[in-house]
């Protein structure tokens, strides 16, 4: 019986050389936002310095593409990927002409339940966003437990 080799398949890290041409693209596809891509850049390198220059172009471009601020903390580096935050989100919110209101509230036992929430400590939120030109709220569930806030 002859066996065959394992081979082991690996995706790229963010360290590996093949992610430097990434940077360049992502630096190149700015345009007329570069002085907030750099400035965002500038802040995250500061902020975070165990990132990668991948991880921190990355962190950029999302900040300005969504034209938020790293210096707000509007987006955050969180479980190795860029985070909007809730002042971020707060912010995208109120710059739509739609948006009409948010209502933010602790779950009821019920929904805990059903979310399968066993820990006493553990938050769940319902959070339902109203925009003028809807007659129905969209609804968002979070959760978040002390080892993650």
Known sequence: MTTTPKTETRQPNAASPSRQPAVAVIEQGMGPRKDL????????????????????????????????EILRDEVIWYEERPYV?????????????????YDLQPASDDV??????????????ICRVWRKDRSRPAMGYGRASPDYT
Do not use: C
């Open 37 to 68: 891509y750099e400035a965002n850049k500038s802040l995250a390198e500061a902020m975070w310095p165990q990132l990668t220059p991948f991880q921190v172009a990355w962190l950029a471009k999302v900040a300005t593409g969504l034209e938020l």
């Open 85 to 101: 935050t809730i002042k971020g989100l707060g912010r995208l919110l109120n710059r739509h002409p739609q948006f009409d209101n």
């Open 112 to 125: 805990r339940k059903a979310m399968r929430v066993t820990r006493d400590e553990e938050q769940v939120w």
